[in-house]
């Protein structure tokens, strides 16, 4: 009975997995589909604590999570935002220029909260596990977290959308972010009118998602093979 208990409990029903993919599939970069209402304290709390049960390298945690409300602040980083894309901006030339003057790539002041997540490149947790090698894992971990965070915002209906055209000295300046500690996300978080179902981005023109049989190798980079890649994307993910 005991061990009937233990395998039920290591298995996704098939109800559950299908929550995880439409988590997934259904988990958009949100910019334009804010709107005010409010966000219950204990929802956040549920989303950062699932960034908190993100993987981390040697278990470090390096991240550190500030949770923005206040008008003034949001409207100083707004303000670092314009800058920033107005440089941005101007990399770009002829219609791609235009495509991209068009674009709504930040929501600081319409999303009811903003986040910044950072990375402490100093936190003494882990001892250096794995590490020693690659240093730049605390930020990858602090990446995963970022992750967590976002699908279960999804599986919340809520909206995120992340803001990296800034000017990240700016940005550690307003929010006071010791040099020991790296930005890696600008996250700005609400209610949404309604999910996209394709990315902004490949709806407005920019770019299109891949086809992922040609980005696929088999055992050495080079080797695509695209039917043999195409017989496991056949799988049913119901
Ligand atoms: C590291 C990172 C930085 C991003 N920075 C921005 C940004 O500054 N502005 C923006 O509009 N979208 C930003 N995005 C969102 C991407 O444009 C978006 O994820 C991508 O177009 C795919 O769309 P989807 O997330 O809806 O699937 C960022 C995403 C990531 C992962």
Avoid at 9 to 21: L, N, T
Avoid at 80 to 90: G, I, K, M, T, V
Avoid at 103 to 130: H, S
Wanted: net charge positive.
């Amino acid at each position: 009975m005991k061990a009937i208990a233990r395998t039920d409990r290591s298995r996704f029903s098939p109800a559950e997995r299908r929550g995880v993919y439409r988590a997934i599939y259904e988990r958009r970069d949100i910019r334009s589909q804010f709107l005010s209402r409010p966000v219950a304290d204990r929802v956040l709390g549920r989303l950062l604590d699932a960034a908190h049960h993100g993987p981390s390298v040697g278990f470090m945690q390096p991240w550190d999570f500030i949770l923005i409300r206040d008008g003034a602040v949001r409207r100083s980083i707004h303000q670092c935002f314009l800058e920033a894309n107005r440089h941005a901006s101007e990399r770009y030339s002829g219609q791609r220029r235009t495509l991209y003057d068009s674009l709504k790539l930040a929501a600081i002041l319409e999303a009811p909260v903003n986040l910044c997540i950072t990375c402490d490149r100093e936190r003494p947790l882990g001892n250096g596990l794995g590490r020693q090698t690659d240093p730049t894992t605390d930020l990858y971990s602090t990446a995963c977290a970022i992750e967590n965070l976002w699908l279960a915002a999804r599986a919340e209906s809520l909206g995120v959308g992340w803001v990296s055209i800034l000017d990240f000295d700016r940005l550690r300046e307003l929010l006071a972010i010791p040099a020991r500690a790296v930005p890696v996300a600008y996250l700005c978080v609400g209610y949404v009118s309604s999910f996209p179902t394709s990315p902004m981005l490949e709806s407005a023109g920019w770019e299109r998602r891949q086809n992922l049989k040609r980005l696929i190798h088999f055992d050495r980079w080079g080797t695509l093979d695209e039917q043999r890649a195409a017989g496991m994307l056949a799988t049913d993910k119901s």
